[in-house]
């Protein structure tokens, strides 16, 4: 079931409001762009569970730049919240793959939460997230982490394999409407983009930081139950879990910038770990290792559920604070 948003989106005009389906200027999409389906790698390796061991490494790699670490310093209630915001947040940036025909509609409403999120950050800089390059640099985390969990928890990739998920990841940020002007033309492009990033543009800045620092983090809402001394316990262990998970997946280049050392030893454990998740999860259910959103996806393309089946939303567990459940920066949904 195809959704006509083209009344609402004047095509290819630099004019164009911003809304559902609308590019933000007139390098987006001069029509609705084809969305990705089950036919894709990207449908394959994004959207699995083992994906949030990827968080810290995808939150820390996105908040070095310095535009967007800016934004999330100024802007985010992220460490408020941080596992209600994770968990939902998965369900929008999820469906820009897997919503089918209404992916270009699920893309635009990612899109506008950035609006307005702007200013100038501790050095007198100006940020933007409605940046090309800053919206870009946040796609491009992940799709290199969509590669990195194809190669450390997914059996790895041929070098065809890696080309295909770079055309898709092309297809995959169509679907926000945004300028196509950052996005590398090649996949050997991309290579030089993401290694210019890393030694020339990142920062270690005090969003990146506070990302890789668990120390704060509060339960979730399903878990207050749990006694604090037990949740401290608990952190401590996530703390130096994540740290070994988080830093084997930097660049060198990043783990330099960021302070960290690794070894040899460090890295065939590393190696070792992702063979071990990935033949854990060879042995079970696949439909069990995919994000509801996913999961739905699948089942509409399969025909298990009716083709224009409403779309899976966050529970309302991990809705944000009541306070700010009205505020458009914010995936809110009436849940």
Known sequence: MTQDTSAACPVNSAAAPVGAGCPVSSDGYDALPQPLGPDSLTWKYFGRWTG???????????????????AVQQHSIFFMERMPRLYRSVYPIGGVVFDGDRAPKTGAQVRDYHIGIKGVDDQGRRYSALNPDVFYWAHATFFKSTLLAAEWLGGGLTEAQKRQLFDEHIVWY????MSMRPVPKTW??????????????LENNWAAREVLDLSSMTK????????????????AGMQRFFNFTTVGL??????????????????????LFG???????????????MHPRKRSAWDRASGRLPAD???????????????????????????
């Open 275 to 289: 063979k071990v998740v990935y033949r854990v999860v060879k042995l079970l259910p696949k439909r069990m290792m």
């Open 174 to 177: 169509r679907m926000y409407g």
């Open 250 to 271: 930097f660049d060198p280049a990043v783990r330099e910038l960021m302070g960290y050392t690794w070894t040899p030893r460090q890295e065939r454990l590393h190696r």
């Open 188 to 201: 050997e492009e991309f290579q030089e983009y993401w290694d210019h990033m890393c030694h020339n543009v």
């Open 309 to 335: 089946s409403p779309l899976v939303e966050t529970p309302a567990r991990n809705l944000p604070p009541v306070e700010y459940r009205d505020n458009p920066h914010y995936y809110s949904p009436k849940v």
């Open 220 to 235: 979730h809402p399903s878990l207050q139950w749990m006694p604090d001394w037990l949740w401290q316990l608990n952190i």
């Open 52 to 70: 949030m061991l990827q968080g810290p490494w995808a939150g820390s790699m996105q908040n070095m730049h310095p535009q967007l670490g800016a």
